[in-house]
Structure formats: structure tokens, C-alpha cells
Nanobody, 124 residues
Framework: QVQLQESGPGLVKPSQTLSLTCTVS??????????WSWIRQPPGKGLEWMGT???????YYSPSLKSRTSISRDLLKNQFILQLSSVTPEDTGVYYC????????????????WGQGTQVTVSS
């Protein structure tokens, strides 16, 4: 069974770069037709798709975040990594990694499984 787990710092200072890692077990991130995404949820708000790295290695980003977002992968570790630069307190929230059958999904039902999420707080 495929499982995803997020890891990274829980506290980041404004203007710094947030780096989170998603470790995938039970399946390869190169498996054909699967897409690996980062999604976040600010407190009291809805889910926001941030970006995706496809099984081919191609990346896709939310237009609102593309200038600050980079997704990469480490095939030997079966991980994909999110980097979000120039963070502000508005970047505070729970960050999830998830597998999907599409680049961004038609709905959140298109994603699964999900990691458990990791809380990130941007504060000085």
C-alpha cells in the first residue's frame, strides 16, 4: 500500500525558504501515470493546490505561487521536495503531499493517498 509522509521544519522565519520533503513508500514516484502534489491549508481556509511533479519529472505550479515554488525529486530516496521561498505569515498552514491521477485534479477526490500533513508556522 502506498504511503506518504511529510517532513520538515515546523517553524520558519519570514523571508526564508521553506523546504519540505515527502517520502513515498510502497510504490515508486516514477510509476507511469501518477502525479505527486503539494497541497496546503491555511488556518480556517480551504485547501490550496501548490504544484505537482509528474512521474516523468515534469513540474507544474499554481499561477499564484509559481514565482516562489519549486518541486524536485530524489529518485534514489523515492522522495519529492517542496521549496517555497520568501515566506510570510500568510504561508502558515498545514502542508500535505498527495498522489493523484492528474496534474492538479478535478476535485480533491482525485487525490489519494495523502500524507498526514505537517504544520508549518511562519513567524519571527
Amino acid at each position: 500500500q502506498v504511503q506518504l509522509q511529510e517532513s520538515g521544519p515546523g517553524l520558519v522565519k519570514p523571508s526564508q525558504t521553506l523546504s519540505l520533503t515527502c517520502t513515498v513508500s510502497g510504490g515508486s514516484i516514477t510509476t507511469v501515470s501518477y502525479y505527486w502534489s503539494w497541497i496546503r491549508q491555511p488556518p480556517g481556509k480551504g485547501l490550496e493546490w501548490m504544484g505537482t511533479i509528474a512521474y516523468t519529472g515534469s513540474t507544474y505550479y499554481s499561477p499564484s505561487l509559481k514565482s516562489r515554488t519549486s518541486i524536485s525529486r530524489d529518485l534514489l530516496k523515492n522522495q519529492f521536495i517542496l521549496q517555497l521561498s520568501s515566506v510570510t505569515p500568510e504561508d502558515t498552514g498545514v502542508y500535505y503531499c498527495a498522489r493523484g491521477s492528474k496534474i492538479s485534479g478535478t476535485s480533491w477526490h482525485d487525490f489519494g493517498p495523502w500524507g498526514q500533513g505537517t504544520q508549518v508556522t511562519v513567524s519571527s
